[in-house]
């Protein structure tokens, strides 16, 4: 464990000495700025509106910010070939994945909790009283953005280009969103191929549309720990069979 907690805290150092961090942040920020100012002239309930488009904003950036920094954790190691150094170490695969993976989730933590906590404080004195929904649903964004980090170190242990695993891992979390519309393929069309395909794609993808509590956290919706529970449960279950395939693939690659 303390080679995993080391690991886990030099990435997440270099995570947060990484430059693209920071840009991302920067409009981060300024949409969860902007959000604030033209909430207050929008018509109805402007708060409602500022917690909307801000909590929007946290788990998208958030979510950009996995899908980067996530698929370029091991091109980094083999591009500047650190990774021969820490391998050559009494470390095995399994840990040098787990640690990465840990320290990039620590990484997103700090910067969505940090985020969430401020929209919060921001509005207390404007409501009048501090909107813990706020935060449980910046848990429920985290849990979400844990399943895109674990899916960025799937597919950089598949394929070799960054590139390529972040697109696919763009694509995993875009179609993890729309999978509610998949019931339309599966009920409503005549073509054997396309329902097969959509019945595989139901099963495979996780439901990531589940993680979003803001719509609920807005209108004022009572989130039950039963089912944040079952959100927790399925993140954990769901990232810790893509770590697993990541290591399997990740093992049985050779680095020169």
Same mark, same amino acid.
């Given at each position: 464990?303390?080679?995993?907690?080391?690991?886990?805290?030099?990435?997440?150092?270099?995570?947060?000495?990484?430059?693209?961090?920071?840009?991302?942040?920067?409009?981060?920020?300024?949409?969860?700025?902007?959000?604030?100012?033209?909430?207050?002239?929008?018509?109805?309930?402007?708060?409602?509106?500022?917690?909307?488009?801000?909590?929007?904003?946290?788990?998208?950036?958030?979510?950009i910010i996995a899908v980067?920094?996530?698929?370029?954790?091991?091109?980094?190691?083999?591009?500047?070939?650190?990774?021969?150094?820490?391998?050559?170490?009494?470390?095995?695969?399994?840990?040098?994945?787990l640690g990465k993976f840990?320290?990039?989730?620590?990484?997103?933590?700090?910067?969505?909790?940090?985020?969430?906590?401020?929209?919060?404080?921001?509005?207390?004195?404007?409501?009048?009283?501090?909107?813990?929904?706020?935060?449980?649903?910046?848990?429920?964004?985290?849990?979400?953005?844990?399943?895109?980090?674990?899916?960025?170190?799937?597919?950089?242990?598949?394929?070799?280009?960054? !590139?390529?695993?972040?697109?696919?891992? &763009?694509?995993?979390?875009?179609?993890? /969103?729309? +999978?509610?519309? %998949?019931?339309? @393929?599966?009920?409503? !069309?005549?073509?054997?191929?396309?329902? &097969?395909?959509?019945?595989?794609?139901? /099963?495979? +993808?996780?439901? %990531?549309?589940? @993680?979003?509590?803001?719509?609920?956290?807005?209108?004022?919706?009572?989130?039950?720990?039963?089912?944040?529970?079952? +959100?927790?449960?399925?993140?954990?279950?769901?990232?810790?069979?893509?770590?697993?395939?990541?290591?399997?693939?990740?093992?049985?690659?050779?680095?020169?």
């Amino acid at each position: 464990m303390n080679k995993i907690a080391a690991l886990a805290l030099n990435t997440t150092r270099e995570a947060i000495r990484n430059r693209v961090l920071y840009s991302i942040l920067f409009f981060a920020v300024l949409m969860v700025g902007v959000s604030a100012i033209f909430g207050s002239a929008s018509i109805g309930d402007p708060m409602r509106y500022v917690k909307d488009f801000s909590l929007m904003s946290i788990s998208l950036f958030g979510v950009i910010i996995a899908v980067v920094l996530g698929v370029n954790l091991l091109h980094q190691e083999l591009s500047k070939k650190t990774i021969l150094n820490t391998l050559s170490k009494p470390l095995a695969r399994w840990q040098f994945v787990l640690g990465k993976f840990l320290g990039l989730l620590l990484t997103l933590s700090v910067i969505v909790t940090a985020m969430s906590t401020g929209l919060a404080l921001f509005l207390a004195p404007i409501e009048g009283y501090f909107d813990w929904g706020i935060l449980i649903a910046s848990i429920g964004a985290l849990l979400e953005i844990m399943i895109v980090i674990a899916f960025a170190m799937f597919f950089s242990s598949v394929v070799v280009t960054p !590139t390529l695993a972040g697109l696919f891992t &763009i694509g995993c979390f875009i179609a993890g /969103r729309s +999978l509610q519309y %998949l019931s339309y @393929f599966q009920r409503e !069309t005549t073509n054997q191929a396309v329902r &097969i395909v959509a019945d595989l794609l139901d /099963r495979l +993808l996780p439901s %990531l549309d589940l @993680f979003l509590l803001a719509d609920r956290v807005v209108h004022g919706d009572t989130v039950g720990i039963g089912f944040m529970t079952y +959100l927790a449960s399925y993140a954990f279950a769901y990232s810790a069979l893509l770590l697993l395939l990541a290591t399997g693939f990740f093992s049985r690659r050779e680095f020169k």
